[in-house]
C-alpha cells in the first residue's frame, strides 16, 4: 500500500478514533463523577457516612471493572443495538466505551477525592456548610487538578480501548490496523497507525498534565 493512499485512510481513522473516545470520556465522567462523590461522602469516616451503601456501590463498581471491555463489548451487542440503532460503527461504540470506562471514572474520582485535607472539609462543616456546599465548594475544586490528571489517563484508556473495538465492529486507527494492516499483511498500514495512537496518547497526557499545573494554586 502506498502513502498516497495511507494517508487518507490514517486522517479518516484519526477523526474516527476521536469521535469515539472524547463523546465516550465526557460521558463516562458525567456518571463516574456523581458514583464517585458518593463513593468517597458515604464512607464510615466521611460527611454523609452510610456504609451498607457504600460497600454495595463499591461491589457494583469493582464488579463492572473487572470485565475486559472486549469482552464487555460483546457482551453488550444487544444492548448497544437496542440504544444505538446499531451494535458497530464509530457512534454506537460509544455506549459500550462510556459503559466500561465509567466505573474507572468512579475509582479515580474516588482516589483524588480522598487526597483532600480533611482539615478544610472540618472547617467547612464548622462554619455550617451543607453536604451539597461541601462538595461543591470544597472537595471538587481542591481536588481538581487531581482530577484533571486522571481524566488525561482516562480518556488514553478509552484511546486503547478504540483499538480493541477496532477488532469488534468498530471504526478508527483500530480498525485500519488490524483490518488494513495485520490481516491484509499491510504492515506499513498497520505501524503508521499505531504510530498514530501511540501520538494521540502522548498528546492527551501532555495536555492533562500541562492542565493540572496551571490549576494547582499549591504550586503558586
Request: net charge positive; charged share 10%; with cysteine.
Amino acid at each position: 500500500m502506498t502513502w498516497d493512499k495511507i494517508w487518507p485512510l490514517l486522517w479518516q481513522g484519526t477523526q474516527d478514533t476521536l469521535l469515539m473516545t472524547i463523546p465516550s470520556t465526557l460521558l463516562a465522567y458525567v456518571l463516574g463523577i456523581p458514583l464517585g462523590v458518593l463513593l468517597v461522602i458515604t464512607r464510615k469516616d466521611h460527611i454523609l457516612p452510610h456504609p451498607t451503601f457504600n460497600m454495595t456501590l463499591g461491589f457494583v463498581v469493582n464488579l463492572l471493572r473487572s470485565i475486559p471491555f472486549i469482552i464487555l463489548l460483546v457482551m453488550l451487542f444487544p444492548v448497544t443495538r437496542a440504544v444505538m440503532g446499531s451494535a458497530i460503527g464509530t457512534v454506537p461504540i460509544i455506549f459500550p466505551l462510556t459503559v466500561s470506562a465509567f466505573p474507572y471514572v468512579a475509582r479515580m474520582v474516588e482516589g483524588s477525592l480522598l487526597e483532600v485535607d480533611g482539615g478544610v472539609i472540618e472547617a467547612a462543616q464548622s462554619m455550617g456548610s451543607s453536604t451539597f456546599q461541601i462538595i461543591r465548594k470544597v472537595l471538587l475544586p481542591e481536588a481538581m487538578p487531581s482530577l484533571v490528571n486522571g481524566f488525561a489517563i482516562c480518556i488514553t484508556t478509552i484511546l486503547a480501548y478504540t483499538a480493541m473495538a477496532g477488532a469488534a465492529g468498530g471504526d478508527g486507527l483500530g480498525k485500519y490496523a488490524i483490518a488494513y494492516g495485520l490481516n491484509r499483511r499491510e504492515y506499513t498500514m498497520m505501524y503508521a497507525a499505531s504510530i498514530c495512537l501511540v501520538i494521540l496518547v502522548v498528546l492527551f497526557q501532555f495536555l492533562g498534565t500541562k492542565v493540572s499545573k496551571m490549576i494547582d494554586h499549591r504550586r503558586r
